[in-house]
């Protein structure tokens, strides 16, 4: 019934978001980033492997290359009324640079992102995998870490003091999975290393910072898996060591929480919005009953019912 999503340059979801919100179309709140933000050649950057002669044709405002740069970024994200920014201080998986999955933004850079920001009354969730990329990120106050798949106890011990959230991502390896079952070349080889990497290190990181008490929020990297198949998240936390329960709250008051929504959902208490699903059968014992849900009630309001 909430959903926030990190990235359309398009602005498609912002138009969404007001129309959902003005009773126009049904649909979820939807917390909207906007376009991601990150350095020249970085993740976000959409000429890497496009021809020069193209480079002048694509809009690349949400680019920033030294600390007054990534200021002006941030605002501009801000001047189209998104609710959340989003950015990347490392490499990604899918991006087409050779550079790894390493941190690509200096120390003031991600300052002055992070404090823009906050100064906008913004929270901030970071790309980021390599633990360099995300320890610069939680020293200067990010409010979560999506994917994280490299964590050492260091980082994890960051994470503690920073009071940030850490939202896996596990079920992206889904998506990668089943595109290259359909075609093992569906990835150009630079791109193809960095795959078959994520795939094999993917829930490490999860099971090392859980049991340390680490804040755990549900998120999935749709797009790179599939939308719709969002539920596919539970089943691989469980496997990689939380409890089920303890993933239905990463998916509720912890995601109400993070999103900073918690005062109206993620929790079923007087006074909030009366949001539920329904499922046949007990996600504590079997999370899979989540892959099927019955029923959708949104602002007491029913939307789904079978």
């Not at 959230?165 to 595109?179: C, K």
């Not at 290393?193 to 049991?211: D, M, N």
């Not at 699903?277 to 014992?285: H, K």
């Amino acid at each position: 019934t909430t959903v926030r999503n990190l990235g359309d340059r398009s602005g498609a979801t912002l138009a969404l978001r007001d129309a959902v919100a003005a009773g126009e179309l049904p649909g979820p709140r939807i917390i909207d980033a906007g376009r991601s933000i990150s350095t020249t050649s970085g993740h976000m950057d959409a000429t890497l492997s496009v021809s020069e002669d193209l480079h002048n044709s694509i809009d690349q405002d949400n680019l920033c290359d030294g600390v007054e740069s990534c200021r002006q970024a941030v605002r501009k994200q801000i001047r189209r009324g998104v609710d959340v920014i989003k950015i990347a201080t490392t490499g990604g998986v899918n991006s087409r640079i050779g550079s790894g999955l390493g941190r690509q933004l200096f120390d003031d850079e991600v300052k002055a992102l992070v404090d823009t920001a906050h100064l906008y009354g913004k929270k901030i969730a970071v790309h980021a995998h390599g633990d360099d990329g995300v320890n610069a990120a939680l020293a200067v106050g990010a409010d979560s870490i999506e994917h994280g798949t490299m964590l050492t106890d260091a980082t994890i011990k960051l994470f503690k003091t920073a009071g940030a959230y850490y939202v896996p991502t596990l079920s992206t390896v889904n998506g990668y999975l089943e595109r290259l079952a359909a075609n093992p070349n569906a990835y150009p080889p630079d791109v193809l290393a960095k795959v078959k990497w994520r795939i094999g290190v993917t829930g490490k990181s999860l099971e090392k910072a859980y049991p340390t008490g680490v804040k755990i929020a549900f998120g999935t990297d749709a797009g790179v898996s599939k939308h719709g198949k969002n539920a596919d998240e539970f089943e691989l936390m469980v496997k990689h060591g939380m409890p089920a329960s303890a993933a239905i709250q990463a998916a509720t008051m912890n995601a109400a929480t993070l999103l900073g929504v918690e005062k109206e959902v993620g929790s079923l208490e007087p006074g909030k919005a009366a949001d539920l699903i329904a499922v046949t059968g007990d996600p504590t014992s079997d999370v899979t009953v989540l892959k099927a849900v019955k029923f959708v009630m949104k602002d007491g309001r029913v939307f789904k019912d079978e």
